[in-house]
Each structure stands twice: as C-alpha cells, then as structure tokens.
C-alpha cells in the first residue's frame, strides 16, 4: 500500500562531465564503486507476514548518496560555500573539515567560502567579512567545540538579499549546516535562485541537536549529547544518594522532542522518572508527580528526575512571543520543578534536598565524540558529492543505516518526535519504573 511519500530529488541539470574521482563499475574488484542514481533504499521496512508487496513507486525510494561517475559542475568553476546556522552543536566543526576536504582533495575545487555568524553573514548591513578555507585552515579544527565560522540564528527569511550576496560571489553551491529553520531557508534560497534561472546547487547538513528533523535517523552532535548527559545524569545521582531524602533534577534540550532525555535515561540508568514533551503528566493528586516521588523518597531516600526542557509546559506560565530562529519561548520547566518540589515537602514538612543541574550549553559547545566525528565525516563527503553531481534542495541523512538524499520539504514537513507508543519509550518506563502515565 501507498504511504504518499516523495522523495523525488531536484536536479541543475543532466551531468556530463567524467568525475575526477577514480572509481569502478564491476563488482567484486576490490575497488568501491560508483552509486548511480537508480540505486534506492526502501524508507518503510517495517511489514507484516501477510504484505505480498513486490515494488515500490520509485518517488517512495530513497535516492543513495555518494560519489557519481558523471559530475554536473566542472571543478575548476566551483566557487562553494559553508554556513553554519542557529544554535551551536556538537560537531560542527567536523562537518565544515570534511566539507573541505573532499572538495579540495577528491575533486580538486579551489575556491571555498566560509560565511561567517549564520544567515547575517550574506547581508551587507552586517559588514560581516568572509573568510577562505582551505585544507591547512581546517586541518586540526575537528578537535574543538563550536564553529570557526561562529553561528547565529535567524535572517533566514532575507531570501531576495542573500541571494543577490550569492550571486555577486559568483557561488555556485552552498551547503548548509543547520536544523529545521535553517533548511527551511536554504529551501527558500534554492527556490529564489532557481527562480532568477542562476544554477545555485544548495545541499543541507541536518544539524539539530534534539534529534527533531523527520526521515533522519540520527543527527551528528546527538550522541556526544547524551554522552555528556550521562555526565551530568551520574553527578546528579551522587548529590541525591549522599543527602538525606536527596532529589537530583537535570534538565536537558528537547523543545519538541524528548530524544535526548529518553536515551540518556536508558544509557546510564540511574534516573527515576524522564518527563518529555511527548508524554503529559500531572503534579499534583494521586497519580501526579509528586506523590509519586514522595513514595520513592519514603522508599529509597533518593531520586532522580530528568526532564526535557520543552516538557510539561502546561503547567507553567505561558511565555509570549519566539525566538530568532522562529521557536515559541518556553518557560524554564527545571527550575519550575526545584520549587514546585521544595514547596510540596515543605508543606508535609519533610526534609528534602533538591539540587538542580542544567548542562545545556555545556553540552552544546563539546568537541564531538569520535562516533559522531566518523558520522560528521560521512555527512560532510557526501554532501561534497551530491553538490558536484548538481544535486539541489536536499539534506543528506542516514535511514536505515544507509546514506541518502532526502528532499529539504519532507524533512521540514514536520518534527521526529518520540512516539509513547514505541518500544524506545516502553524500554524508558521499564528501565525507571515510573508509570506509564502520571495523569489523573
């Protein structure tokens, strides 16, 4: 049966000319082959005994990445840029590497752009410099934390302008390392160049640390963020256990998308309760959160709550307003929950010692961990190779353990979040015993 997907990818046009990258067309040479553009990758393998289906419609299939044996762009004639857009990540520094790297060493590409502080850098009234990259440049620039193009959010919606920026630079491929506002802008941008007829090949990087980004299987930076989680998670455990009726908090990022708390959660498992977006839940009464952790206190004399900074937000005093980037304000649901906490056993006059953690821009500005410095690598290759193979409006991703090309639209379409439903939550509630739902 049909899902209604449609990956069909945007071309410049059709590639004529013979890459410079040696690769083979036999198997079983020992030498990597060229990918064509009829290799696909089924997005839905989940399936039952009884489905008979045989094929798929071909805009249902994901189209692989890498490197094609016919390039659209002549190297030489290649003037590429890199921004990087919105909050700061872990990695971001090994995607731009990478960039550079084949581009100057794979396909012999002179000219390399870094646009610096996000979208502002394209706009004049910024007087924002541009800076070259080449491989000495960026050679050891994967070992820090941060961006050396820095980063800003928002300007994103300045199409007409950065445009008219791009052409004057004469860059004819701009990649795009950012979440979903920024690939919506660089989807906007590719719109306005294809619209003025100027061949502007724009390939996106998908980089948002909540895991939120649809048809991505994993974004880079999300597995050093854990990682650094568990770091402040084991801390926060240490605090509850040596205090009398002990309660560690720590909040961690997820607006939308509680990716980050719930793997954490299973990765060290000392935490008690995980409180994501996903999954509502009460304070007060029978089933709500406090009663719950005053029996554990009364139980064990410590605990440990982890919580998504977009969780319970009902509870809290609405904020007005977004941010730069376009996302709605959210009230700060950690330092909410001290207090709430503090008051509740305040009132019964029993002692508790709260102690709060929020590791946030800690865990943003780390150097990447090597699994994500290998993924960046990847990502960052082949975002180089579908630019060359004049590839445009995409993101590169993994699904299914394969490296693919998704459109810009579907992966902006709507957010990944975590389905309570699902075994990775199930997994959760078996790991801290909390219940399945804390609702009255």
Not at 91 to 114: Q, W
Not at 231 to 260: L, Q
Not at 271 to 292: A, R, S, W
């Amino acid at each position: 049966m049909s899902k209604g997907y449609d990956f069909t990818i945007t071309a410049l046009g059709t590639p004529r000319i013979q890459s410079p990258i040696s690769l083979s067309k036999e198997m079983d040479d020992y030498l990597a082959n060229y990918v064509s553009d009829d290799d696909r990758v089924i997005y839905d393998i989940i399936t039952r005994r009884d489905n008979n289906q045989l094929s798929f419609p071909t805009e249902e299939l994901l189209e692989r990445a890498g490197p094609r044996e016919l390039i659209y762009f002549s190297p030489s004639k290649v003037n590429a840029a890199v921004v990087t857009c919105g909050g700061l990540c872990p990695g971001l520094n090994d995607v731009i590497r990478a960039i550079v790297m084949c581009l100057s060493y794979r396909y012999n590409v002179k000219r390399i752009t870094g646009i610096q502080y996000g979208y502002r850098g394209f706009l004049p009234q910024f007087h924002i410099p541009t800076i070259e990259l080449t491989p000495a440049r960026v050679e050891d620039i994967h070992k820090k934390g941060g961006t050396i193009l820095g980063s800003s959010r928002g300007f994103g919606d300045c199409t007409a302008e950065i445009v008219d920026s791009i052409e004057q630079m004469n860059i004819n491929m701009l990649f795009v390392i950012g979440g979903d506002g920024s690939q919506r802008g660089a989807q906007d941008i590719a719109d306005e160049a294809a619209g003025r007829s100027y061949k502007l090949a724009v390939v996106g990087i998908p980089k948002t640390i909540d895991n939120d980004l649809s048809f991505v299987q994993k974004s880079f930076g999300f597995d050093t963020a854990v990682s650094e989680a568990v770091s402040a998670v084991a801390g926060a455990h240490v605090e509850a256990k040596d205090a009398i009726n002990g309660v560690g908090i720590v909040k961690v990022m997820g607006r939308e998308s509680g990716y980050i708390a719930t793997h954490t959660a299973l990765a060290i498992n000392d935490v008690n309760y995980v409180l994501i977006p996903e999954v509502p839940f009460d304070l007060e009464g029978p089933n709500g959160l406090l009663t719950h952790l005053e029996k554990r206190l009364e139980a064990r004399k410590h605990a440990v709550i982890l919580v998504a900074e977009g969780a319970g937000q009902k509870l809290l005093e609405q904020q007005a307003g977004a941010d730069a980037s376009g996302n709605k304000k959210l009230g700060d649901v950690g330092t909410f929950l001290k207090s709430k906490v503090s008051e509740h056993f305040k009132a019964k006059d029993i002692e508790v010692n709260v102690k709060y953690i929020d590791p946030s821009y800690i865990i943003r500005s780390a150097p990447a961990n090597p699994a994500d410095s290998l993924y960046c690598a990847r990502l960052g290759t082949n975002a180089v190779h579908a630019a060359m193979a004049g590839k445009s409006k995409i993101l590169i991703s993994l699904v299914n353990n394969h490296f693919v090309h998704v459109p810009i639209d579907m992966a902006v379409s709507k957010r990944n979040c975590v389905d309570p439903e699902s075994s990775l939550w199930r997994d959760v509630i078996d790991g801290t015993g909390q219940p399945a739902l804390m609702k009255n």
